[in-house]
């Protein structure tokens, strides 16, 4: 059970954020190494292991501490959450560790704000080049082409080259095509490639942190460092969301893309700096390896690729995860990329109003998360069996969307600002996945999480390419929001609830290779 530790009042917290990713998406429940609860985070930093490091100086963080190791799987031997006085000290002073783990939160941030900025700007767009609502569907989706196709490459390629090199590869790519969007939209090909690159590179930024922060974070601090860099991701979506549109207004929607774009390339040439404060060998002691030679990393490239592929998909729970994991991207890519519109056409809201309401989901699914969390923790620490927590929480992600939904597309007669909390309400629930899909690949092979995750983050992108687009097809033949973006999103909630309560399991499983 987590348990926070007061401190005074003048210490200042730089991070500590949860995030629900879609598509997330990017969020790595696997990286947890948590059976009861995502948020049993079971991480501790040891004062006694960094005083030579910080002799001299002023403390520069002493993080959270937990009664427990990480990895812990016996009853409920996971630590108590908890927070000791944390000091900032000089830049040159902080760690290499810490100094990357920011600047890769900051990425993230940058990333989400890369990945939401079309969602305004599209409006604009549409009215100048004359786009029907198919074509601004397709111009929307094809970002998921490129996120959905570069995942797994993305965490072969770190495997090889290092998060760190990747990742700067992947901000660079995508905020170059984001500053190229308005040089190439009246060239309809040279658009869709552009956001396709800009999907390249922000799918390959998960798997590169995430071996960043294997590769660099000592076990204690890991799950510490795994909130702080993917909770910049709903940091972004706020972002911009807040941004757009004072932006376009202002200087045309075309600023948006040449400023968040130049966000990633100033990122960039920073990132540079701080990655040769410290050569990565100093940080041995911290690190699991030193850097590897081309042919070990071929070698264990090679050795990676041989998993239990066969019994994956022999496996009901494993489809069971899939199917679940395609329904909710389905729901929340479309709502991402289509809401937006829909406040200012449907609802009648100008443009900043449409991006301030859309805001809102994002914001209070942070406090659901947090609720659900700890939830569904408080149901396994009094005896409740595992796999039914997972279904509880996993049907509260599914039905409250729909059933939400169902009620925005009936004419009620409702004002706008009720249909917006309605519709809110029913996505921030919808973070109760969290403590459900998420964990679930933990709980039946923590050996092979990453890979299963992997497996149902790709399936789970396939909505934003195929949903995104639909929708717009479908508004521009039924000209009904109701028939074309919440109708396919509540059959897919619904099914997907049959789905996860008949086969959804969270009993571990023995995957055997086949040799």
């Excluded at 799950?223 to 911009?240: D, K, M």
């Excluded at 400023?259 to 990655?275: D, K, Y």
């Excluded at 909710?328 to 991006?355: D, K, V």
Aim: overall charge neutral.
């Amino acid at each position: 059970m987590a348990k926070l530790v007061s401190f005074p009042a003048d210490t200042s917290l730089p991070f500590l954020s949860h995030h629900k990713f879609n598509n997330n998406r990017f969020f790595k429940p696997s990286l947890l190494n948590s059976r009861s609860g995502c948020s049993k985070i079971s991480c501790s930093i040891k004062e006694k292991e960094n005083l030579a490091e910080r002799k001299g100086i002023s403390s520069i963080i002493s993080g959270l501490r937990v009664d427990g190791e990480l990895g812990e799987e016996s009853g409920s031997g996971f630590g108590k959450l908890g927070f000791e006085k944390l000091n900032l000290g000089t830049w040159k002073s902080v760690p290499l560790r810490y100094k990357l783990i920011g600047t890769t939160s900051l990425a993230f941030v940058i990333c989400n704000m890369d990945k939401v900025n079309l969602s305004i700007a599209i409006i604009p767009m549409s009215h100048q080049f004359g786009w029907s609502s198919s074509v601004a569907g397709l111009v929307q989706s094809s970002f998921f082409w490129g996120y959905a196709l570069s995942q797994l490459p993305g965490g072969w390629l770190s495997k090889i080259f290092g998060g760190r090199e990747i990742l700067q590869f992947g901000v660079l790519v995508w905020s170059l095509a984001t500053a190229l969007v308005p040089l190439v939209a009246g060239f309809m090909p040279g658009l869709v490639l552009s956001r396709i690159l800009v999907g390249i590179g922000e799918g390959v930024s998960p798997s590169a942190a995430t071996d960043l922060i294997a590769r660099l974070i000592p076990l204690e601090e890991r799950s510490r460092a795994v909130s702080f860099v993917f909770g910049g991701l709903s940091v972004g979506s706020v972002l911009g969301l807040l941004l757009a549109p004072p932006l376009i207004e202002s200087f045309g929607w075309e600023s948006v893309f040449y400023m968040f774009g130049m966000f990633g390339i100033v990122w960039f040439l920073g990132f540079q700096f701080v990655a040769k404060d410290q050569p990565l060998t100093n940080s041995a002691p911290l690190s699991r390896s030193q850097p590897k030679s081309w042919e070990t990393s071929m070698e264990e490239l090679g050795g990676s690729l041989n998993v239990p592929w066969k019994s994956f998909f022999e496996s009901k729970a494993v489809w069971a995860m899939i199917y679940a994991h395609f329904c909710g991207s389905w729901g929340h890519y479309c709502c991402l990329s289509w809401l937006p519109t829909y406040f200012s056409e449907e609802l009648n809201l100008n443009l900043t109003e449409a991006a301030w309401v859309s805001v809102l989901p994002p914001l209070a699914s942070v406090v659901v998360t947090s609720f659900a969390s700890q939830f569904a923790d408080n149901l396994i620490a009094s005896g409740v069996e595992t796999t039914v927590v997972r279904k509880i929480c996993q049907t509260i992600a599914f039905l409250s969307p729909a059933a939400c939904m169902i009620l925005s597309s009936i004419d009620l007669g409702l004002p706008p600002w009720e249909v917006v909390t309605i519709l809110t309400g029913g996505l921030a629930l919808s973070s109760f996945a969290l403590s459900g899909l998420y964990c679930t690949h933990q709980d039946i092979s923590p050996e092979y999480a990453s890979i299963l995750l992997g497996i149902t983050n790709t399936v789970g992108a396939v909505p934003g390419i195929v949903g995104v687009a639909l929708t717009g097809y479908l508004l521009d033949t039924t000209h009904s929001w109701g028939m074309s973006l919440f109708a396919p999103s509540i059959f897919f909630y619904l099914t997907g609830t049959i789905v996860w309560l008949a086969f959804a399991s969270s009993k571990p499983q023995s995957f055997k290779k086949v040799d």
